[in-house]
């Protein structure tokens, strides 16, 4: 008879990786089946061609104050942080291709009242990602119910705050503000500690670290802490059927067949489309699943010779209202003269960006890149080595997308009812944490709240027996 595991989880990535260490904690069987040749889920770090230090084609950011987790196991693990550059100006493009830029942790130069339109959006969603209240009955019924782009509106938004607002959302969630709910969106932020925190670069911001070694290094050392066949690569899962109570049969495409008593499913709501439930999951849980989506977020690393944007007193972050870059960082590593920018295209202009073949695509950042930074196009070109493009959206096993799915206005079904669990399945990953969601920290803590709820129940029914 084949072994059966007290608890068998799909996907090594952050979360699912959690979850069984602290299965292995307390002495619990587990077996992790992922589908890819590796471990780290969405984070993936990746060597520069020329061997200059390593890029993240995934999750990059983390920090040292609020994200205790992921920062836990930088420390563990000897990782080398990287403080993401802020000294200097930040670029900004406008809807008509004008560009210009101002000292960071200021606001772009519009014009007084254009600024002062955008702080009082701005100031109002700080407010409510930040109030209890907003996420009570029936106030948050109420915001369920609107898109994040009718929720700006109806504070006053003008047309610059609504582009500002446009510019957020594609760097959260690469969707338009009316492509999500507006509650969705101030969920995201009060887990970031507010709006502000969620998109500052500096201490205690989201965005204040990178690790020199890559941020995957994260999920390989917690791989080394568990037993050395605990973990399965390049086992994909087809279907997980219930034949009792307390009894599950995982198979996979290889035809293989695991038996366990719970299972924690470590991967995003959209790719459980790649699974078969049998039963079926619970009517909440597939009506979120149908539901979510992601929208079009691609990353565009380009390296360079030097940083030439210091030249010209930038310090390599920029946004524009035209793209197809909707924001752009710094993410070099000096001392090994590894010079990069990363460049994000969201929402429709990365669509439209993803049509182009592929010397037009790197044409077209270049020239941005070059009007953003007041150097124009034959110097970026110059200083050009290559580009590594995210393929996030080709690929089943991250649900054809990145960085997290959110829910559409109107779907009054939120993260906490989709993620209960049913029967004896669990579900964890970042885009179920309270807080950090869509971060490596809010992978981290579902994973043990999972793991958590997996222990309890396993406790309950031995107790029963």
């Given at each position: 008879?084949s072994?059966?595991?007290?608890?068998?989880?799909?996907?090594?990535?952050?979360?699912?990786?959690?979850?069984?260490?602290?299965?292995?904690?307390?002495?619990?069987?587990?077996?992790?089946?992922?589908?890819?040749?590796?471990?780290?889920?969405?984070?993936?770090?990746?060597?520069?061609?020329?061997?200059?230090g390593?890029?993240?084609?995934?999750a990059a950011?983390?920090?040292?104050?609020?994200?205790?987790?992921?920062?836990?196991?930088?420390?563990?693990f000897?990782?080398?942080?990287v403080?993401?550059?802020?000294?200097?100006?930040?670029?900004?493009?406008?809807?008509?291709?004008?560009c210009?830029?101002?000292?960071?942790?200021?606001?772009?130069?519009?014009?007084?009242?254009?600024?002062?339109?955008?702080?009082?959006l701005?100031?109002?969603?700080?407010?409510?990602?930040?109030?209890?209240?907003t996420?009570?009955?029936?106030?948050?019924?109420?915001?369920?119910?609107?898109?994040?782009?009718?929720?700006?509106?109806?504070l006053?938004?003008?047309?610059?705050?609504?582009?500002?607002?446009?510019?957020?959302?594609?760097?959260?969630?690469?969707q338009?503000?009316?492509?999500?709910?507006?509650?969705?969106y101030?969920?995201?932020c009060?887990?970031g500690?507010?709006?502000?925190?969620?998109?500052?670069?500096?201490?205690?911001g989201?965005?204040y670290?990178?690790?020199q070694?890559?941020?995957?290094?994260?999920?390989?050392?917690?791989?080394?802490?568990?037993?050395a066949?605990?973990?399965?690569?390049?086992?994909?899962?087809t279907?997980?059927?219930?034949?009792?109570?307390?009894s599950?049969?995982?198979?996979?495409?290889g035809?293989e067949?695991?038996?366990?008593?719970?299972?924690?499913l470590?991967?995003?709501s959209?790719?459980?489309?790649?699974?078969?439930?049998?039963?079926?999951?619970?009517?909440?849980?597939a009506t979120?699943?149908?539901?979510?989506?992601?929208?079009?977020?691609?990353?565009?690393i380009?390296?360079f010779?030097?940083?030439?944007?210091?030249?010209?007193?930038?310090?390599?972050?920029?946004?524009?209202?035209r793209?197809?870059?909707?924001h752009?960082?710094?993410?070099?590593?000096?001392?090994?003269?590894?010079?990069a920018?990363?460049c994000?295209?969201?929402?429709?202009?990365?669509?439209?960006?993803?049509?182009?073949?592929?010397?037009?695509?790197?044409?077209?950042?270049?020239?941005?890149?070059?009007?953003?930074?007041?150097?124009?196009f034959?110097?970026?070109?110059?200083e050009?080595?290559?580009?590594?493009?995210?393929?996030?959206?080709?690929?089943?096993?991250?649900?054809?997308?990145?960085?997290?799915?959110?829910?559409?206005?109107?779907?009054?079904?939120?993260?906490?009812?989709?993620?209960?669990?049913?029967?004896?399945?669990?579900?964890?990953?970042?885009?179920?944490?309270?807080?950090?969601?869509?971060?490596?920290e809010?992978?981290l803590r579902?994973?043990?709240?999972?793991?958590?709820?997996?222990?309890?129940?396993?406790?309950l029914?031995s107790?029963l027996?």
């Open positions: 008879m072994e059966i595991f007290d608890t068998i989880i799909i996907g090594a990535g952050l979360s699912g990786l959690q979850a069984a260490l602290d299965l292995h904690s307390a002495k619990r069987s587990f077996l992790v089946l992922e589908a890819r040749s590796r471990v780290g889920g969405k984070t993936k770090s990746v060597e520069r061609t020329d061997g200059k390593i890029q993240e084609l995934g950011w983390l920090n040292d104050t609020n994200q205790s987790y992921v920062w836990g196991y930088a420390k563990r000897g990782l080398t942080p403080v993401q550059n802020t000294e200097g100006l930040v670029a900004a493009e406008d809807a008509h291709g004008i210009h830029m101002f000292p960071f942790g200021e606001l772009p130069k519009f014009g007084e009242a254009v600024r002062s339109n955008i702080v009082t701005r100031d109002e969603v700080e407010r409510a990602s930040l109030d209890p209240e996420f009570k009955e029936p106030m948050c019924d109420k915001l369920d119910g609107l898109s994040f782009e009718q929720y700006c509106t109806d006053g938004a003008g047309p610059e705050a609504l582009l500002t607002a446009r510019v957020w959302s594609r760097g959260t969630l690469g338009d503000p009316c492509d999500f709910s507006a509650l969705a101030l969920e995201v009060r887990g500690l507010g709006l502000l925190n969620l998109r500052y670069d500096g201490k205690n989201a965005q670290l990178r690790l070694e890559g941020t995957q290094s994260i999920a390989n050392g917690i791989s080394k802490l568990l037993p066949d605990s973990i399965r690569l390049n086992t994909a899962v279907s997980i059927a219930q034949s009792s109570v307390n599950y049969t995982i198979t996979t495409s035809d067949t695991f038996n366990c008593r719970k299972v924690i470590s991967i995003p959209p790719a459980y489309k790649n699974i078969s439930f049998d039963p079926p999951l619970p009517s909440p849980k979120y699943t149908q539901s979510v989506r992601y929208g079009t977020f691609v990353k565009l380009c390296l010779k030097t940083p030439f944007w210091k030249r010209q007193g930038a310090c390599g972050l920029a946004q524009s209202f793209g197809p870059i909707n752009c960082r710094d993410t070099s590593v000096p001392d090994q003269g590894n010079f920018l990363t994000f295209l969201c929402a429709e202009a990365g669509r439209k960006w993803l049509s182009l073949n592929g010397d037009d695509r790197i044409e077209v950042v270049l020239k941005q890149l070059g009007s953003l930074f007041g150097v124009g034959e110097v970026v070109k110059d050009f080595v290559d580009s590594i493009t995210s393929g996030w959206t080709e690929d089943p096993w991250a649900g054809w997308g990145c960085p997290f799915a959110t829910r559409p206005p109107g779907l009054q079904l939120g993260v906490e009812n989709a993620s209960e669990k049913g029967g004896g399945l669990y579900f964890v990953g970042t885009e179920f944490a309270t807080d950090w969601r869509g971060y490596m809010g992978a579902s994973g043990k709240e999972g793991a958590k709820q997996v222990l309890a129940d396993l406790m029914e107790q027996k």
